[in-house]
């Protein structure tokens, strides 16, 4: 993916949407990661019988009681997440009923609609799944049930890539923009707690006892979290014709394939590596613009090993002072939806200017030579952040969000009768220096 197209389009992001372990809404979801993140609790699943049923769980009263069915197709928490993710954010862009028939659709999953599955194989005991459940993929639906509640007719597009799905998705939905094949594309994704996910994991013994840990000594795995993350993206242009405010511009993004094994990542990193230089050369800049990184770290302990090495080879000596924020470690691994929450993690840095104050690391992994501030947050000292994700098969995809002139404070957006509202949700901070000393 270039950073333009042949029409030299500029990908900016216009409307966000967020359901966590946090809360629901992006307001929810800022105040928690500026408030130290979420905390793992037991899945109360009677059926799921694996040993560790630890997970980011979003809070009951969050999770959407509706809709229930789409197409006769009962719907799991997942895309019931999904779609009040969606609806929060095509609201912030702004997009009345006209403008989103004319919105696409991609998103990425891993699981979709899988819980719904696993209820009513539950209940049946064995019994033939029944037309109504089994005649749809439980990763297409999320997509089409999005699309349906919201109008958007531009078209809709299911990406599957495990937990880089919507990294690619966002990714793709970028492409298209710059092709001029859409104006708008909505991009994201959701997962819902599933009893695969988590026995898998517990099977191969990647299920952390404790917490996710991202680049900590004792870590031992990760652990999953569920939600949906939604982002409005549309050409730079279409925005500012209808007086659109930006979050951030999405400057560029790049795939690699480690092509190594089917769940492992590549000890040398060679890919990881490929990928960030790539993105980076797609947006133009060199690895001094990049203010911030929001790493895959999912606390499993190679991959964590092998990406802060591949930091370590794009950035060189500036690793000593580039800030990362270790998402997992506050909303748990959320699988398919996880690069979709780093890109509206990485926007909302940009609006704010600074990187949250990472949760507490007992003790960081020697191995792991990067910069994970926790007592404060920083300052973003340059105006581009770098997202990954990663994921089994060695997909990798590195995306690029620059900031965008002009484009405000989230209380300026907003207006007057947004600012109190704002207020509640962005504490107060003490801007730091340099590796977290008070400027």
Not at 16 to 22: D, E, F, N, T, Y
Not at 251 to 271: E, I, K, L, N
Not at 285 to 298: F, K, M, S
Not at 318 to 345: N, Q, R
Request: proline share 7%; net charge negative.
């Amino acid at each position: 993916m270039s950073a333009r197209g042949a029409n030299g389009r500029r990908v900016v992001v216009t409307g966000l949407g967020a359901i966590s372990c946090l809360g629901s809404g992006v307001p929810a979801f800022w105040q928690g990661l500026a408030s130290g993140g979420g905390a793992p609790g037991p899945v109360t699943d009677p059926d799921a019988h694996m040993a560790n049923r630890l997970m980011y769980l979003v809070p009951a009263a969050d999770v959407p009681d509706g809709p229930e069915r789409h197409a006769h197709v009962e719907l799991a928490a997942g895309p019931r997440m999904a779609i009040a993710a969606a609806h929060e954010a095509v609201v912030d862009a702004g997009l009345d009923d006209a403008q989103r028939e004319r919105l696409s659709v991609v998103l990425g999953v891993e699981m979709g609609n899988a819980g719904r599955h696993e209820a009513r194989r539950a209940a049946e005991q064995g019994a033939p799944i029944r037309q109504a459940v089994g005649r749809w993929s439980p990763m297409t639906v999320t997509s089409a049930a999005v699309s349906a509640a919201i109008g958007a007719t531009g078209g809709s597009i299911s990406v599957g890539n495990a937990c880089a799905a919507s990294g690619y998705a966002a990714a793709i939905a970028a492409d298209m923009i710059r092709a001029g094949e859409a104006d708008m594309v909505l991009t994201g994704g959701a997962e819902g707690p599933t009893r695969v996910g988590m026995g898998v994991f517990n099977r191969i013994g990647a299920a952390d006892p404790v917490a996710c840990r991202p680049f900590d000594t004792d870590r031992q795995g990760t652990l999953f979290g569920d939600g949906a993350a939604m982002l409005v993206l549309e050409s730079a242009e279409h925005a500012e014709a209808r007086g659109a405010t930006p979050y951030a511009e999405l400057s560029a993004a790049a795939f690699s394939c480690d092509a190594h094994h089917p769940t492992a990542p590549d000890p040398g990193g060679t890919q990881a590596v490929r990928g960030m230089r790539r993105a980076l050369a797609d947006a133009g800049l060199r690895p001094d613009d990049v203010g911030g990184v929001v790493p895959h770290g999912t606390g499993t302990p190679l991959n964590d090993v092998v990406e802060s090495k591949a930091l370590r080879e794009v950035f060189g000596e500036l690793c000593d002072e580039l800030p990362l924020f270790s998402l997992k470690a506050m909303i748990g691994h959320t699988a398919g939806v996880a690069g979709a929450f780093g890109v509206l993690t990485a926007a909302l840095m940009l609006r704010h200017g600074r990187v949250p104050a990472n949760a507490p690391v007992t003790a960081q992994d020697p191995r792991c030579a990067v910069w994970l501030p926790q007592d404060r947050p920083v300052p973003l000292s340059a105006s581009a952040v770098l997202v990954n994700a990663y994921a089994f098969g060695g997909n990798n995809v590195s995306l690029v969000l620059s900031g965008v002139p002009g484009a405000g404070t989230e209380r300026e957006r907003l207006g007057p009768a947004g600012q109190a509202a704002t207020a509640r949700h962005d504490p107060v901070h003490q801007d730091t220096g340099p590796r977290g000393v008070a400027a």
